[in-house]
């Protein structure tokens, strides 16, 4: 690892090519004289990945040459990311500690992938990031490049440069000809991709306070939703969602249009209390309508076609796996593993999903798949029932076995005796009735 700080501001270009990855945004433009004056030429990688800015993304290379990068790259990754990344996330279920079903989380390791690429392609020394010190993108970006190339510096500058506040970050932007946008600034910090959005800071740190409207932006406030439902069907092959009412689509269209379909119903907004791997605790907001309403119908297409002790083993290592992802461990053998048990559970998982969305609400209203655990026969209490009554006597004469012996041995479970007054009760009310009988 590069010890930056020991390096002289104004040192001529001497290092190499660094590789910075590039959003437009204030820290990263200024991040490209920095990196100048710490003598590297920077070369700027912009991923799309489903922000808004992902439109302007040509404008945002073009400022990133003006400002000084050698050059830009743009680098469209939402087929990759919805295709392998969000597909994934289904597979695995994944709810960061129950709730959280990880948008920047899973969007990092893709972006770090690329961002190798390119500092290959360019034979750069070293890669950067404008990741703040305090949270997990940075853990991310760091452990990802580094499995995937251990010989790559990685730097994440804003952990340790001298512009910790905004002024100063300006005053350097206006004497590094950084041009910085007249909009003003949201009150928020968000990371937007096809998987979700997700909002922190700002008035959000005090956790009584309600989330303010406009900290939403992908959904609806369920009140104003309309008052009709909205119902969907997803198909399912081999886990994978690939068709809505029976329309077949890729993962990107297919995740932007239940985005749509939840966010317009109002559904998919979260709001959490979140541990960090740094140690502390956050407060986050997010909106995943589409992810959160595809975990939903992907589970219930589970319960309907796998065996109740392969969901019950694949829960714990579902919640494995969005730890492992959430703590910056994509790119690892631990990870490889849980994928391969989540690839072998899903060969049966195929079929159709039905979804009723509700003033904020998503339920599964309908299922049905080819090769179910479900069986018709052997449920029904009507005609064409299949289930053998006359083997419940056998099965409960051994399932019960060990029980019973404990029981005859020592003479009953004890608590049939244990509350005397009840027991004296019901006795004193049945001689009370067979007295008034007589
Ligand atoms: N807490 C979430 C995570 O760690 C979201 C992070 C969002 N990042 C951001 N720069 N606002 O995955």
Not at 276 to 292: D, F, H, I, T
Request: glycine share 8%.
């Amino acid at each position: 690892m590069a010890i930056i700080s020991e390096h002289i501001k104004g040192e001529p270009h001497s290092k190499g090519k660094i590789v910075l990855g590039y959003s437009g945004g204030l820290d990263t433009s200024v991040l490209i004289p920095w990196l100048q004056e710490e003598g590297y030429d920077v070369v700027a990688a912009i991923a799309a990945v489903g922000q808004p800015a992902d439109s302007d993304i040509e404008a945002i290379a073009a400022k990133a040459e003006q400002i000084g990068a050698v050059k830009s790259y743009i680098l469209d990754l939402r087929e990759e990311f919805a295709e392998i990344n969000c597909v994934q996330a289904i597979y695995a279920n994944s709810l960061y500690e129950g709730v959280y079903p990880l948008l920047s989380a899973i969007s990092r390791p893709l972006i770090a992938k690329h961002l190798v690429r390119v500092a290959h392609a360019e034979d750069a020394v070293a890669i950067a990031h404008g990741c703040t010190g305090k949270g997990n993108d940075q853990v991310r970006f760091t452990l990802g490049i580094q499995a995937l190339d251990p010989q790559l510096d990685v730097l994440g500058p804003l952990r340790y440069w001298e512009l910790t506040t905004r002024s100063a970050e300006l005053e350097f932007a206006a004497s590094h000809n950084v041009p910085v946008r007249a909009t003003k600034e949201s009150p928020y910090s968000i990371d937007e991709n096809v998987w979700g959005r997700a909002v922190e800071c700002g008035v959000l740190e005090d956790p009584w306070n309600h989330v303010p409207e406009d900290a939403w932006a992908i959904t609806v406030d369920p009140t104003q939703a309309p008052d009709e439902v909205t119902e969907v069907v997803i198909s399912f092959e081999k886990g994978k969602p690939v068709a809505i009412d029976g329309k077949k689509m890729g993962m990107l269209q297919l995740v932007q249009t239940m985005n749509k379909v939840g966010g317009e119903n109002g559904f998919g907004r979260i709001d959490t209390i979140e541990d960090r791997l740094v140690g502390l605790k956050s407060r986050e907001c997010y909106e995943q309508p589409g992810a959160l309403a595809l975990i939903k119908a992907h589970q219930h297409l589970e319960k309907m076609c796998l065996p109740g002790e392969v969901l019950e083993q694949k829960a714990v290592l579902e919640h494995a796996w969005a730890k492992q992802v959430y703590n910056g461990l994509w790119y690892s053998p631990l990870k490889e593993a849980y994928d391969a048990f989540f690839a072998s559970t899903q060969k049966t998982v195929t079929g159709e999903v039905r979804l009723s969305f509700y003033k904020g609400s998503c339920t599964v209203t309908g299922c049905k798949a080819p090769v179910a655990m479900y069986d018709f026969g052997l449920a029904t209490y009507d005609e064409g029932d299949t289930f053998d009554r006359s083997a419940a006597a056998g099965f409960m004469t051994l399932y019960g076995l060990p029980n019973n012996t404990w029981a005859k041995k020592v003479g009953g479970w004890s608590s049939v005796d244990a509350d005397k007054a009840k027991m004296a009760e019901v006795l004193s009310f049945a001689s009370a009735v067979k007295a008034q009988q007589a």
